[in-house]
Nanobody, 123 residues
Framework: QVQLVESGGGLVQAGGSLRLSCVASGRTFSSYVMAWFRQAPGKEHEFVARIRWTTLSTYYADLVKGRFTISGDNPKNTVYLQMNNLKPEDTAVYYC????????????????WGQGTQVTVSS
């Protein structure tokens, strides 16, 4: 069993920055793929970014490319999402997710999910 807990969300003005954290506990594996998804009201889960523990390779959705950075701290079992130049369109609940499979951007292929943290960007 793996548990994921997100934190760091809040209310910011457009152009501001936030850093989200995802702490993993329980049975964890270095081969896991960790990812961030987000969900706006009435919308489906949208892929944001992912990182592969074995290679530290990263991948980003086009909508956040160049503004967001995903990183990991293995000793702390923590994944971060640094969000810069935030836009009102980034407003959503952000979720941390983990997959035991090959790197993927499909929400349905992720095995474990956190409770989410709210990010609100005012215009």
């Amino acid at each position: 069993q793996v548990q994921l807990v997100e934190s760091g969300g809040g209310l910011v003005q457009a152009g501001g920055s936030l850093r989200l954290s995802c702490v993993a506990s329980g049975r964890t594996f270095s081969s896991y793929v960790m990812a961030w998804f987000r969900q706006a009201p009435g919308k489906e889960h949208e892929f944001v970014a992912r990182i592969r523990w074995t290679t530290l390779s990263t991948y980003y959705a086009d909508l956040v490319k160049g503004r967001f950075t995903i990183s990991g701290d293995n000793p702390k079992n923590t994944v971060y999402l640094q969000m810069n130049n935030l836009k009102p369109e980034d407003t959503a609940v952000y979720y941390c997710a983990a997959s035991t499979r090959v790197p993927t951007v499909t929400a349905g292929l992720y095995d474990y999910w956190g409770q989410g943290t709210q990010v609100t960007v005012s215009s």
